[in-house]
């Protein structure tokens, strides 16, 4: 059984910074691994993932502030976000994408709350 399992989630003020975390388990094969949100009244949208090898995607949003790393030896995933502001406010989903089936994983979300 896929599980994919984030934390790191909370109430931040503007400009302050969170790490989220992605662990996942009883995935085999090799994984794009990443970032969706989705805002109250608004479309889940990606936010960042990353390749098995490295390379390194970017939607607008968050492009300069945050940024997507993977554990070396296991499918874990992580978000370092700066410079928060109110629009980040969202609940933050982990995803994994198998690079050959496109066979696809959510985690449950985590809340990311922006406020003074």
């Known amino acids: 059984q896929v599980q994919l399992v984030e934390s790191g989630g909370g109430l931040v003020q503007p400009g302050g910074s969170l790490v989220l975390s992605c662990k996942a388990s009883?995935?085999?094969?090799?994984?794009?691994m990443g970032w969706y949100r989705q805002a109250p009244g608004k479309q889940r949208e990606l936010v960042a993932s990353m390749t098995p090898g490295g390379a390194r995607y970017y939607a607008g949003a968050g492009e300069g502030r945050f940024t997507v790393s993977r554990g070396s030896a296991d499918n874990s995933v992580y978000l370092q976000m700066n410079n928060l502001n109110f629009e980040d406010t969202a609940v933050y989903y982990c995803?994994?994408?198998?690079?050959?089936?496109?066979?696809?994983?959510w985690g449950q979300g985590t809340q990311v709350t922006v406020s003074a």
């Open positions: 009883g995935m085999s094969g090799m994984y794009n």
């Open positions: 995803h994994a994408l198998h690079i050959l089936t496109s066979t696809q994983y």
